[in-house]
């Protein structure tokens, strides 16, 4: 049997602002499997993060509900959402900004470590050990963010999302603002990743080919929609939707 790691179902989400309501994410649903990447794909203002942020509880859930090893997740609180926050991590887009530009990459690591108590010898190892993991020399855990190059960085915030041990690994948008080289080389940290940790990741990107090398399942968004939902080669090879082709001959 399948270990669906998590599920999205039915999801809903509404922004109200005053008078005025917007639908930013309508009726989407998936399913995760352990040791699975799931790619979401859709252009600017889709809906894209908003379903990242309702996983991890950065935007309340308006509707529908999401899964965690089975646990109804949705509105979990206290001691259970502190255990959502480690089993579901996420990677962002601009990596230097998410390091405080005073402390060295080793204190942003090791940071979320120290908080749950374990002391500075043993968070030094263990983020010396996750620099190792994410192909860095521990040299790097003494570097300042500005010390670095743009991928450098991105590899210190996926070893800062690991240091949790957390079970799905959400990348938004993780290697867009990297050039060409270097974004292949994270992606190929995070199959590394994959394949040797087993852990489960979703890549939210525009790029349907990036999606289409690195992801066993698919689904794209368009205004809020799933339009697609499946193997990448299924929906590049029979795409149901005029949007999906226009995707599909912005990468051929
Ligand atoms: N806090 C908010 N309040 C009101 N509207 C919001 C809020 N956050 C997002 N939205 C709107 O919801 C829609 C979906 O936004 P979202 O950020 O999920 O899109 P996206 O697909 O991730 O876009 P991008 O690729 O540009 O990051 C957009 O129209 C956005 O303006």
Not at 32 to 57: F, P, W, Y
Request: net charge negative; hydrophobic share 35%.
């Amino acid at each position: 049997m399948a270990d669906i790691i998590l599920k999205a179902d039915h999801l809903k989400k509404v922004f109200i602002s005053g008078k005025k309501s917007m639908t930013a994410v309508d009726d989407v649903s998936f399913e995760l499997e352990r040791g699975e990447c799931l790619g979401i794909v859709g252009e600017s203002g889709s809906g894209k993060s908003t379903i990242a942020k309702m996983i991890t509880h950065l935007e309340p859930v308006t509707d529908g509900q999401i899964f965690l090893k089975g646990k109804d997740i949705t509105h979990v609180g206290g001691k259970s959402l502190r255990k959502t926050y480690q089993d579901i991590q996420m990677v962002f887009q601009m990596p230097m900004e998410s390091f405080d530009p005073r402390c060295t990459l080793g204190d942003g690591i090791g940071e979320s470590l120290r908080n749950m108590g374990i002391n500075r010898t043993e968070t030094r190892t263990r983020v010396e050990n996750l620099l190792e993991r994410c192909g860095l020399s521990k040299e790097y855990a003494d570097r300042y963010p500005h010390q670095v190059s743009g991928g450098q960085c991105q590899r210190a915030a996926i070893a800062r999302a690991l240091a949790v041990s957390p079970e799905i690994l959400i990348c938004d948008e993780a290697t867009s603002a990297l050039d060409v080289t270097v974004q292949k080389q994270i992606l190929e940290l995070l199959i590394e990743l994959k394949e040797k940790e087993n852990l489960s990741f979703i890549l939210i990107c525009h790029d349907l080919a990036l999606v289409q090398a690195f992801c066993d399942k698919v689904l794209v968004l368009y205004h809020g929609k799933t339009v697609e939902y499946g193997t990448p080669d299924d929906i590049i090879n029979h795409p149901k939707m005029d949007y999906t082709k226009k995707l599909i001959d912005s990468v051929l």
